[in-house]
């Protein structure tokens, strides 16, 4: 069935409202159930992840002009009036009109014909105001400022102004409102980056070097680097750089026995074993039987054969294990802060009371991931987020109590053009320091 991107947009978009789901779920699901052309496809993407990004900014600006919340919308409405005000706002190439014809259609198309009046009154409003909004002064009000000029939510603004200045905290905001790079690992066990970036230059994909001797950067390209050829015969994965930093940072040789604590869907743990020359043990753990299918596929596309996958609960890992490892990967379950401009809807799922309990876990993970290590064994700690609970604070508490270990310097294992800011035990990288994500990497070992 043919449907046209505004049409799929507004129906992913109150697909993610009423069912509380997740934009790259919603989107996948939808584009792979209807036939749109590849730039109908890239113009629905655009406008989900817009909408994801500019949700609070876009509810506050339709606000101005409805005379109820546009949260008690329904959830159609609400898709329709968003992905209409996002590209009146922040859509140049699309004019204001036709934002507005488009998404009055749409509404007289569905059950919810009676409202068309009133969306084409709030959009046209908007257009007509839209370089004389109201937006509150950074000077009076840097919280609010923050929050609706950047759309994120009061809480995670007042949190980060504690933490930086009005100046960085406005960079980071910024940052993340920016989609990352797309980058490719070079399965280097199988083709060289140069041919590669050869056989991609066929498939429609220009890339240029990336920061890892492995990764290649995307600067342009359209359509699904999954459906490619050079995907499918396994010469290379999609990973962000600096998750790809990771495997990197923990340096496992050939021949050694490596484990991947939380593997799924397995990125880390195929790089573990590309770095091993595939020669040695992988295992690679996850909780989630359906999960590890992932790396599973991952490890035969890639043709790997070094990892083995285990269904595990890691706070609880084989005592067979224990004392025999010498490479631990712990990629612990976090709040993801960090990979917002990745996943703009973290922003709306999180919550500030997740930071405890998810510090409790990985706390519970860390005691027994350490307890896998050989003498000269090193355990690296790896969570997508720069929250205090989740990275420095919560490694000198556990280093305090576990006196036997400590942690090993990593600003020199970083390649030029990383910019890193230390933090307590390990180092910190944040979105706004360079085009990347935020990362917290801390690197233990038993001391001799």
Same mark, same amino acid.
């Not at 809480?155 to 102004?161: D, E, G, N, S």
């Given at each position: ?13 109150? *697909? ?5 789901? +997740? ?9 792979? =159930?209807? =036939?749109? !052309? ?10 989900? +992840?817009? %909408?994801?990004? +500019? ?26 009036? &968003?992905s209409g005000a996002y590209q009146i706002l922040f859509l140049d190439k699309i004019p204001a009109a036709a934002a ?8 007289? #198309?569905? &059950?919810? =014909?009676?409202?068309?009046?009133? %969306? ?30 950047? =759309? ?12 930086? !200045? ?9 940052? *993340? *409102? ?20 050869? &056989?991609?230059? &066929? ?26 050829? #050079? ?7 999609? @990973? ?5 930093? #990771? ?5 496992? @040789? $050939? ?43 991952? #490890? ?27 490479r631990v990967l712990l990629d612990a379950p976090c709040s993801g802060l960090g990979v917002i401009r990745r996943k ?7 919550? $500030? ?16 991931? %350490? ?7 090193r355990l690296l700690y790896s969570v997508c987020t720069n929250e205090p609970e989740e990275t420095e604070e919560l ?34 990288? +944040? ?16 001391? !001799?």
């Amino acid at each position: 069935m043919a449907v046209s991107a505004r049409r799929a947009a507004a129906d992913i978009l109150a *697909n993610i409202d009423a069912k509380g789901s +997740y934009g790259n779920l919603e989107l996948k699901k939808y584009l792979g =159930s209807f =036939s749109l !052309s590849p730039l109908d496809r890239g113009l629905a993407t655009e406008l989900v +992840y817009g %909408v994801l990004r +500019y949700r609070l900014t876009l509810d506050w600006a339709l606000g101005l002009f409805l005379k109820k919340d546009p949260g008690g919308l329904k959830p159609l409405l609400r898709a329709v009036l &968003r992905s209409g005000a996002y590209q009146i706002l922040f859509l140049d190439k699309i004019p204001a009109a036709a934002a507005c014809s488009e998404s009055v259609r749409l509404v007289k #198309a569905s &059950r919810f =014909s009676g409202f068309a009046g009133l %969306v084409n009154a709030v959009l046209r409003n908007l257009a007509r105001r839209r370089d004389n909004l109201p937006w509150p002064p950074a000077e009076g009000d840097p919280e609010a400022y923050l929050s609706i000029t950047y =759309s994120h939510p009061p809480w995670m603004v007042k949190r980060w102004l504690g933490r930086f !200045s009005l100046k960085e905290a406005e960079g980071l905001l910024r940052a *993340n *409102n920016t989609p990352t790079p797309l980058t490719f690992r070079v399965q280097t066990l199988r083709v060289e980056g140069g041919e590669l970036k050869e &056989r991609l230059a &066929r498939e429609g994909f220009d890339t240029r070097p990336g920061l890892l001797p492995e990764t290649l950067r995307v600067v342009a390209g359209r359509g699904d680097p999954a459906a490619t050829r #050079a995907f499918k015969t396994g010469l290379f994965s999609i @990973q962000g750089e600096v998750s790809a930093l #990771a495997a990197r940072l923990l340096g496992p @040789q $050939p021949g050694e026995l490596a484990v991947d604590l939380c593997s799924a869907p397995g990125g880390k743990a195929t790089h573990l074993a590309q770095l091993m020359e595939d020669r040695g043990r992988v295992i690679a753990g996850d909780f989630h039987p359906h999960r590890q299918k992932l790396v599973e596929a991952a #490890a035969k596309r890639l043709g790997l054969e070094s990892i083995e996958t285990r269904v595990w609960d890691a706070r609880s890992l084989p005592a067979e294990l224990r004392g025999q490892a010498h490479r631990v990967l712990l990629d612990a379950p976090c709040s993801g802060l960090g990979v917002i401009r990745r996943k703009p809807d973290l922003k709306w799922h999180r919550q $500030p009371g997740d930071f405890a309990p998810l510090a409790a876990l990985q706390r519970e993970i860390l005691s027994e991931g %350490v307890k896998l290590l050989r003498p000269e064994g090193r355990l690296l700690y790896s969570v997508c987020t720069n929250e205090p609970e989740e990275t420095e604070e919560l490694l000198a508490a556990f280093l305090q109590e576990n006196p036997r270990l400590q942690a090993l310097p990593l600003r020199d294992a970083l390649p030029p053009g990383m910019a890193a800011c230390p933090g307590g035990a390990g180092l910190h990288l +944040y979105p706004h320091l360079r085009e990347g994500e935020g990362f917290y990497f801390a690197l233990l070992t038993p001391k !001799s």
